[in-house]
């Protein structure tokens, strides 16, 4: 379900005037596990550079996550079209 523009005026993403939404930014806290600064050591990363490796991890895991969701929905709103139903279309 895709909030309406009203939605989106009620929730802050759109003023009256505005033509296009604005998501609000992400905020990405990441700490670092035993685990993880073994694996920075094993590899002769820095921390920043492993924290910048897990939050580029985590990023490509939303992309992929969010592509599996459109796909998904996409293909729901195929099979549930009116198209669907009629073999001559």
Same mark, same amino acid.
């Given at each position: 379900?895709?909030?309406?523009r009203e939605d989106l005026i =009620? ?8 033509s &296009?939404?604005?998501a609000?930014k992400? =905020?990405r806290k990441?700490f670092?596990?035993?685990?993880d600064?073994?694996? /920075?050591?094993? &590899?002769?990363l820095?921390p920043? !550079? ?5 939050k580029?991890? $985590? $990023? !490509? =895991? !939303?992309i992929l996550?969010? &592509?599996r969701?459109l /796909?998904?929905?996409?293909?729901d709103e195929?099979?549930?079209s009116?198209?669907a139903h009629?073999? /001559?279309?």
């Amino acid at each position: 379900m895709r909030p309406t523009r009203e939605d989106l005026i =009620e929730m802050g993403y759109l003023k009256p005037g505005d033509s &296009h939404a604005r998501a609000p930014k992400r =905020e990405r806290k990441i700490f670092l596990t035993d685990s993880d600064r073994d694996y /920075a050591k094993r &590899h002769d990363l820095t921390p920043q !550079e492993m924290i910048d490796f897990k939050k580029d991890v $985590i $990023i !490509e =895991e !939303e992309i992929l996550n969010d &592509h599996r969701l459109l /796909a998904a929905q996409s293909k729901d709103e195929m099979y549930n079209s009116p198209q669907a139903h009629y073999m /001559a279309w």
